[in-house]
């Protein structure tokens, strides 16, 4: 039986422990705000925070999750007001908006960090996290608006 | 005035038996209402979509009594913003709704209610612009009837604004919400004596005012897309399918697959020889309690296939054979004057050859639908661009009539063409068959999506230009030879088509007196299917960039090389020499291809762009332009390529003329993002094939653009127009001129030819 916590609440899980964070979060506990978009780490639309850390859901193995607390982007702000949350939305970030949560959860984790951080290291930071419609330059400008407001 | 002396409206109104025409001549009589008065005074081909356009009100509209509106949003959305922004957006504009109390409820897959609701080839606003605006003047008007009947006042007397009408020598007012019941159960007004707003009196049209509706649930993760459709007792699926195209399944073992926890079954899926639409390929599917199991046990079943026909598919030799066929005479598809006695004058003939290999949509959400199918009912939840023409196309496959299939349209995690086809949502509902009626939902992974996709053509492409003493292009000869999407559907053609022919082969708006096109012939051994601008893609790769390999040899400025071939602003008609021109579905005369306004867009693009600026070393400007989807878009990028050969995009200016524009900040959006994904294009992303099989596997390998490769910042500029200007395409149009001005920049930088895609290492010193 693998316990971790999840949003704040204690869960507990007695399937198979290499199963990917991911999965477990989307088809066992109902969370599919963390996205699926390539199963090996590559695109950060799974990316929650695992311990604080930003992390590929899709990598992570359920036996690697035991004990620890997993944020997803259900769970980034009662409100849903964190303020990258709100610079993305002052700035139209989205357009289909699939990848969104998982690029919000970067950039999260990385102001949390790096509370004024350089376009470079914005670049940095986000360049695990695929756009396929090409927000770039709005996630980019959102990041920034969140770290200092404009 | 005097038509309304009879006020036969009010008393119409008063027994409940309106006489539509008497109440016109009333309304009609209002100056203040004459501004917006009228239909549009020009046509487009929405009628003639596969069941049309619907201005029903009641199919669109519901008002309740607190007053809250609702608008039901049919088309797909992707990402546009078009189907659940733009569109209730314009209907509640001229319904005087107000935006804070609009709502948003997504139709299912029914054409005959909603009308056509195939969201592809940037279509949206132009083809519903009208019926959006027919519905909301029609409830607005029904709205204001309602309320002068309350009042026994004339209806001339009355003025709905702002979610309300109001009486005005009295100032009494009633909400939408009092009038909601009495208006629903007026006759809707005919068409012809509908009033329009003015313009001038939009509140939201053409501000870019409004965020996109599902703004908030995007960023917390509340958004449901196909992926998180989620039902009780619901089986996660995913499918192993034939390698190659029309491969078999010899046989499986699905003894190892069925020991992985959360396993629960192994099941045969039908498949389709090919060309067979959008059936599916077929395959063994794993059953299991989550995806994660399924995706493991897939992993482990043995599976013999008999790889069939297409084996032989190998993308190297495909390019050699394309090539060769580029440099023999094809079918003739558009002939103007003499080009062979151009060529045998010519002073100089100068040669372009360039090869644009297959590109996978790569939708960040992969395929995936979700469906409870039992003997008699069907019920599919998905992310599909044609929610109604996948419902036919289930209903065909599962042998129930249409009524029996409800699909529930989901929002779509990117579709670019690849979700216009319903296979998986086939694949869904066969396996929820098999299981007797348990809900499945069928995931695609990443390496699904690249390996099993329908893919954007292959092309090679040949341009031939004669040359006169003066410098003039007297000849043009431009060579296509690309597999056709057609092969999707009946026996391979094997030639392209009028429709593709005609996204910038056959429709090259050149001022050149000799011109002829010419399609060579390519077998097709993939599934080949629409991709976000489709054969504009390769064409205008070829076209743009060959001008700019024409100002080189003849030492000119590429603008004006560009704004040279294109000539005096005039309409240009291939019609009278070509056997079909498909001009994206829309009546010519509505949208001719005008050399006025593609001129315009060049100037514009390069006129903000600071064309001919002074830059750093290393730092070229490029210029191209397109016309598709009948909308103009010029595009100058700038790129800086350092003395290793990496190449960065410090800026990327571009011009759209898209007529009259219903909201410019998602246009401006989708100009941003039609330049990330033209670099994609250009720049990393190629699938190929060895022995018939796909070698990319994820985005490792197929690597779209991430956010340190992306333009630092793309300027957009959109041509005002009135609404007399038919509005045209903005998803697409943005895409064709970004990869023919990357190269353009690159050769302006390096002095180095891009004649081949992808750019992969070809700058590398």
């Known amino acids: ?150 | 005035m005097t038509q309304i002396i009879e006020n036969v409206s009010r008393r119409g109104v008063l027994k409940g038996v309106v006489a539509t025409g008497a109440l016109i001549l009333a309304v009609r009589a209002l100056p203040s209402m004459a501004a917006g008065s009228g239909l549009p005074k020009y046509q487009t081909g929405a009628g003639a979509m596969p069941h049309g356009v619907v201005t029903d009100p009641h199919v669109f509209i519901a008002i309740d009594s607190a007053g809250l509106v609702t608008i039901v949003a049919a088309r797909a959305e992707m990402g546009t913003g078009a189907a659940r922004t733009s569109l209730p957006m314009i209907l509640a504009d001229e319904l005087e709704a107000d935006w804070s109390r609009v709502r948003i409820v997504q139709g299912e897959g029914n054409e005959e209610k909603y009308g056509n609701q195939d969201t592809d080839g940037s279509r949206s606003v132009r083809h519903w612009l009208w019926p959006m605006r027919e519905c909301g003047a029609a409830m607005r008007m029904m709205l204001e009837t309602a309320a002068a009947a309350r009042w026994g006042v004339d209806v001339s007397e009355v003025e709905a604004t702002n979610h309300e009408v109001v009486h005005r020598s009295s100032g009494r007012r009633l909400g939408y919400g009092a009038l909601a019941a009495d208006a629903m159960k007026l006759p809707v007004p005919a068409k012809e004596t509908l009033r329009f707003k003015d313009p001038a009196a939009f509140r939201y049209i053409g501000t870019g005012s409004i965020p996109v509706v599902d703004l908030f649930d995007i960023t917390t993760g509340r958004a449901m897309y196909g992926q998180d459709v989620r039902l009780p007792g619901m089986k996660y699926a995913v499918i192993a399918r034939p390698p190659v195209l029309n491969g078999k399944l010899v046989s499986f073992d699905a003894t190892e697959a069925l020991k992985v926890p959360g396993v629960e079954k192994v099941i045969e899926v039908k498949g389709w020889k090919w060309p067979a639409k959008f059936q599916p390929l077929g395959g063994v599917a794993v059953i299991a309690r989550n995806t994660g199991a399924a995706i493991k046990g897939r992993a482990a079943l043995k599976i013999v296939w008999d790889d069939g026909e297409h084996a032989v598919y190998d993308s190297d030799k495909y390019r050699e054979y394309l090539m060769e066929t580029s440099r023999k005479p094809g079918k003739t598809v558009r002939n103007e004057g003499d080009i062979d006695a151009a060529m045998s004058k010519a002073a100089r003939v100068i040669v372009g050859e360039y090869y644009i290999p297959h590109l996978a949509h790569a939708t960040m959400e992969p395929p995936c639908a979700t469906a409870v199918v039992t003997a008699d009912r069907a019920e599919i939840w998905a992310p599909l661009q044609s929610p109604g023409g996948s419902r036919e196309d289930i209903a065909k496959t599962l042998g129930l009539p249409p009524e029996k299939v409800v699909v529930n349209e989901t929002l779509l995690g990117g579709g670019f063409g690849r979700k216009s086809k319903c296979d998986y949502a086939q694949e869904a509902a066969l396996l929820s068959k098999a299981l007797g009626g348990t809900p499945v939902k069928v995931i695609w992974t990443r390496e699904d999506d690249l390996q099993h996709g329908y893919l954007h053509t292959v092309a090679y492409e040949r341009i031939e230009a004669a040359v006169d003493q003066n410098n003039k292009v007297i000849g043009w000869r431009h060579r296509s030879v690309a597999p056709t999407i057609w092969s999707t559907f009946m026996p391979d053609p094997k030639y392209q088509q009028p429709l593709e022919q005609s996204m910038g082969l056959i429709d090259v708006p050149f001022d050149i007196p000799n011109i002829r096109c010419e399609v060579g012939e390519a077998p097709a051994h993939t599934r080949i299917g629409w991709y976000r601008s489709v054969y504009n893609i390769p064409h205008a790769f070829a076209v743009q960039s060959f001008v700019g390999e024409l100002a080189a040899a003849l030492g000119k400025d590429q603008k004006e090389m560009l704004l040279e071939l294109i000539g005096p602003p005039r309409i240009v008609d291939p019609r009278k020499s070509v056997k079909e021109l498909w001009n994206y579905g829309e009546p010519f005369d509505s949208y001719p291809i005008d050399t006025g306004r593609l001129a315009r867009v060049v100037e514009l693009v390069a006129e903000k762009a600071g064309w001919g600026r002074k830059l750093p070393p290393g730092h070229g400007l490029g210029i191209a332009v397109h016309r598709s989807f009948v909308s103009y878009v010029a595009t100058v990028v700038e790129v800086a390529v350092d003395a290793k050969g990496n190449l960065s995009i410090p800026r990327v200016d571009t011009a759209i003329d898209c007529g009259f524009h219903v909201n410019p900040e998602r246009i401006t959006a989708q100009c941003e993002g039609g330049a990330v994904m033209g670099l994609s294009n250009a720049k990393n992303c190629a699938i190929t094939f060895k022995n018939g099989r796909v070698q990319q596997t994820n985005y490792n390998t197929y690597p779209v653009v991430r956010i340190s490769e992306a333009p630092k910042v793309t300027n957009v500029y959109i041509v005002p127009a009135s609404i007399d200007v038919p509005p045209s395409g903005v998803g697409e149009p943005p895409v064709p001129p970004f990869a023919p001005a990357l190269c353009n920049a690159i050769f302006a930088a390096t002095g180095k030819r891009i004649r081949s895609l992808p750019i992969g290492n070809q700058l590398a010193t």
Not at chain 1, 76 to 82: A, F, I
Not at chain 1, 105 to 121: F, G, R
Request: proline share 5%; charged share 15%.
């Open chain 1, 1 to 150: 039986m693998i316990t971790l916590r999840v949003n704040g609440q204690e869960q507990s899980f007695d399937g198979d422990p290499s199963l990917p964070l991911l999965w477990y979060l989307r088809d066992e506990l109902g969370l599919t705000g963390s996205k699926y978009g390539c199963g090996e780490g590559l695109c950060g639309a799974c990316t929650v925070h695992l311990d604080g850390q930003a992390v590929r859901s899709c990598t992570v193995l359920m036996s690697d999750a035991a004990g620890k607390s997993v944020v997803t982007i259900e769970g980034l702000d009662p409100r849903g007001n964190h303020p990258v949350q709100r610079a993305w939305r002052a700035l139209g970030v989205p357009q289909c908006g699939f990848c969104q949560a998982g690029q919000i959860m970067q950039a999260a984790a990385l102001l949390a960090t790096k509370p004024n951080p350089t376009d470079e290291e914005i670049n940095v930071a986000m360049d695990g996290n695929i756009c396929r419609c090409g927000c770039y330059q709005r996630i980019q400008a959102a990041v920034r608006m969140a770290a200092t407001g404009v």
